[in-house]
């Protein structure tokens, strides 16, 4: 079975420093790997995904994750955050279960940013 | 058309009623999932439509039932839920149920049970 941990479940950054989720993977066959974000009392969305075309992913609002099959991880970074990215992330993996692609996703880290 | 839209966003029902959520998208998206997401936690996953078929129950129980009359609408039909079953239900669809493919979410309706 798939599963994705993420480590920490709070990270609080200063508005212009640099964010770092985590998010560490297993799996037996190379995973297909995503962030979303969530906003409150919103629904998920996409921030980026790694499908194996490249290592490192770029993605929207200036994230990006590099996919380290070393490490199994596959971190999330921006290099200056903003108060607008204060938000849950989640990252998932999509594993096979019975007919289906099952999205596993880890508990969520909540993104805090100070003025 | 981009988006997956959900109807009611608020629902308060007593542990009697019958009340069904909705969920469509036109981006011909031929996979939709159902989830429950409780507060400060991940989604988790019900139940997942492929083309029209209901392929995945996560062992939801009974009073939960799910309807995919086509493959633009997704329904959830409540019957005599619990306190507990208070959540954000989030619809999501994808164009295939493939790995690689991105799920794109519904804003969720939030449902209260009294």
């Known amino acids: 079975a798939q599963s994705v941990t993420q480590l920490g479940s709070h990270v609080s950054v200063s508005e212009g420093a640099l964010v770092l989720l985590r998010c560490n993977y297993s799996?037996?066959?190379?995973?297909?790997l995503f962030w979303y974000v969530q906003y409150p009392n919103q629904g998920l969305q996409l921030l980026l995904k790694y499908t194996s075309a490249a290592t490192l992913v770029k993605g929207i609002n200036g994230f990006e994750a590099e996919f380290k099959k070393s490490e199994t991880s596959f971190h999330l970074t921006k290099p200056s955050a903003h108060m607008s990215d204060a938000a849950e992330y989640f990252c998932a993996v999509r594993g096979r279960s019975g007919g289906s692609y099952i999205p596993t996703f880890g508990r969520g880290t909540s993104l805090i940013v100070h003025p | 058309d981009t988006e997956v839209t959900q109807t009611p966003k608020h629902l308060v029902m007593g542990m009697t009623n019958k009340k069904s959520l909705k969920c469509e998208q036109h981006?011909?998206?031929?996979?939709m999932y159902w989830y429950k997401q409780k507060a400060k936690k991940p989604p988790e996953l019900m139940f997942v439509y492929s083309y029209e078929k209901l392929s995945i129950n996560e062992s939801v129980p009974s009073r939960f039932s799910p309807e995919c009359p086509n493959s633009s609408l997704l329904n959830l039909h409540l019957h005599a839920l619990q306190p507990e079953d208070s959540a954000l239900y989030l619809c999501?669809?994808?164009?295939?149920?493939?790995?690689?493919?991105?799920?794109?979410f519904g804003p969720g309706t939030r449902l209260l049970v009294l």
């Open positions: 981006m011909g998206h031929r996979a």
């Open positions: 799996s037996s066959v190379p995973p297909y």
């Open positions: 999501a669809s994808s164009p295939r149920d493939s790995p690689q493919e991105t799920q794109y």
